[in-house]
């Protein structure tokens, strides 16, 4: 059975950080491309980051130059560090197995003063 869990949402100031991470289960990670994802209210789900099982990136324009996408084999776990956030990074963030169906429960960033 295929377990993704996201951690390290919260509340953050404007121009803060956070780190997110999502660890994975029941899948041979290293050989899986993972993405973040994330939705505002009232707003479709989009991609915000991917990582290919090589190690190659690709970022949406928004989070280009903030965010940072990784990931670590040995723990089969893929993060996302959040630097510069601004109120309109507020939403939930899931975290995805490449292009199937396996999402995690998501976790909420808050970006508010």
């Known amino acids: 059975q295929v377990q993704l869990v996201e951690s390290g949402g919260g509340l953050v100031q404007p121009v803060g950080s956070l780190r997110l991470s999502c660890a994975a289960s029941g899948i041979t990670f290293r050989i899986n491309d993972m993405a973040w994802y994330r939705q505002a209210p009232g707003k479709q789900r989009d991609v915000v980051a991917r990582?290919?099982?090589?190690?190659?990136?690709n970022y949406a324009d928004s989070v280009k130059g903030r965010f940072t996408i990784s990931r670590d084999n040995a723990k089969s776990t893929v993060y996302l560090q959040m630097n510069s956030l601004k109120p309109e990074d507020t939403a939930v963030y899931y975290c995805r197995v490449g292009f199937t169906t396996y999402w995690g429960q998501g976790t909420q960033v808050t970006v508010s003063s």
């Open positions: 990582i290919s099982s090589g190690g190659s990136t």
